[in-house]
């Protein structure tokens, strides 16, 4: 067995995620590399946070607040980075720099500049390899959409429709946190947010986005400050993108991509529909384990329910009719690292991370996005 030494710079939400992936990475019996979380960082370290990542992975040699300490230490190879926006440019650059493999949470730079520089970055040390986090594409249900698309199951594409739908800011008392303040999560907004996630599968698919003519919407625009008071809410809350996509063989579908932190009825829903000429197809994280299937036979339709077990694409020790949840395809997201840090390539196409080109192609699209917005505009990418 093979394996990577990491630290984690951001030891909130994402990175314990990772840590605890790590703590049962046993659970893939076919990977022959595994990650070894050495040192962690987080400026905010408090002695519970460390505690945990200490008791329960038990490789935790170095703790710091300073992430520049982190990457001077020589025996770590692979970096995960899960911090706020706004610091991504520089600490993701300086992991680059510093010769360490990188995966990086998105949106992958606050803004256009940031995600420019650090593909710039990127393309001056050949050898790194970074990713981009993103997990649901790594559903079972979506990895056989992924096997469909490559056999051609739905013929001429008609509409594709993607999104990602919370609604925890419903709750208008909900107190402000850093990703609901420009200055952190940047002009994106929602987008920056969930954006990258509705992408994933679209750009593995190879379809590409040419034009957008987008509607953003800031609905609540105060929010209780946590200290008795309140404070602006800048932030785009939802955002409906109605965009011309081409599948590379001549044809042009629309392509509606809805980010929405508002969003009546939804707790995390992501889902992707292809609708096609001789199949549709429809997920939701709603039914996680479960494919909708219609068939084209001419004068009938076709509908069919596919039951998804753990049909994933790392397999795992779970039993192969148990349903997945969130942290399985976390799970899966990382072996998919680790695959691709040990073979060079992705195991197959849509068990693949998301790659910096692709985050590129996210900012062009949420860049424009802004523009379309504010012009009432529709928007060319290209
Ligand atoms: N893949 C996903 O499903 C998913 C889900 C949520 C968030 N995210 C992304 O993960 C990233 C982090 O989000 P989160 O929800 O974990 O946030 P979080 O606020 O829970 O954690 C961020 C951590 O970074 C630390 N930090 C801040 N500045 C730092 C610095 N200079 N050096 C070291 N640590 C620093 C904070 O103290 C905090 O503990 C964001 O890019 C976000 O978009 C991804």
Redesign the pocket.
């Known amino acids: 067995m093979d394996t990577v030494k990491f630290g984690i710079?951001?030891?909130?939400?994402?990175?314990r995620?990772f840590a605890s992936a790590a703590m049962r990475w046993s659970h893939l019996p076919e990977m022959d590399v595994k990650p070894e979380i050495i040192a962690i960082?987080?400026?905010?370290l408090t002695p519970d946070?460390e505690k945990w990542y200490r008791e329960g992975l038990g490789t935790v040699k170095q703790a710091v607040?300073?992430?520049k300490e982190l990457l001077a230490n020589k025996d770590v190879e692979a970096v995960y980075c899960?911090?706020?926006?706004n610091?991504?440019e520089q600490?993701y650059v300086d992991i680059i720099n510093a010769g360490k493999h990188l995966m990086?949470?998105?949106?992958f730079g606050i803004d256009k500049k940031a995600n420019k520089s650090i593909l710039d970055a990127l393309n001056k040390k050949k050898d790194v390899v970074a990713r981009c986090?993103?997990?649901f594409p790594f559903t079972p249900a979506m990895q056989k959409l992924g096997k469909m698309l490559e056999e051609d199951a739905f013929g001429q594409i008609i509409e594709v429709e993607a999104g990602f739908l919370h609604s925890s800011d419903l709750d208008v008392n909900k107190v402000i946190?850093?990703?609901r303040m420009i200055k952190f999560n940047g002009e994106y907004g929602v987008m920056?947010?969930l954006g990258m996630?509705t992408l994933h599968f679209p750009l593995k698919a190879g379809w590409k986005i040419v034009d957008v003519r987008a509607f953003l919407s800031n609905i609540v625009k105060e929010r209780p400050d946590g200290k008795g008071g309140m404070a602006p809410c800048e932030t785009w809350d939802n955002a409906t993108l109605l965009c011309r996509a081409e599948d590379g063989s001549g044809g042009a579908f629309p392509m509606t991509i809805k980010t929405q932190r508002i969003a009546p009825g939804e707790k995390n829903t992501w889902y992707l529909n292809v609708k096609g000429m001789k199949s549709s197809a429809f997920f939701t994280t709603r039914k996680l384990n479960t494919l909708e299937v219609i068939k084209n036979e001419g004068k009938e339709q076709l509908r069919q329910e596919y039951e998804m077990g753990h049909q994933v694409a790392f397999k795992s020790i779970t039993g192969g009719i148990f349903e997945v949840g969130f942290s399985d395809l976390?799970l899966q997201m990382w072996a998919a690292f680790l695959y691709e840090l040990k073979n060079g390539k992705p195991k197959s196409r849509f068990s693949g991370c998301v790659t910096p080109e692709e985050t590129a192609v996210s900012h062009s699209l949420f860049t424009a996005a802004l523009e379309s917005h504010k012009n009432e505009s529709t928007v060319k990418l290209y």
Request: charged share 25%; hydrophobic share 30%.
């Open positions: 710079i951001g030891l909130g939400l994402m990175g995620e960082c987080d400026k905010n946070m607040t300073d992430y899960a911090v706020p926006h610091l991504h600490i990086g949470e998105k949106p986090a993103s997990e946190n850093w990703k920056g947010d996630h976390i």
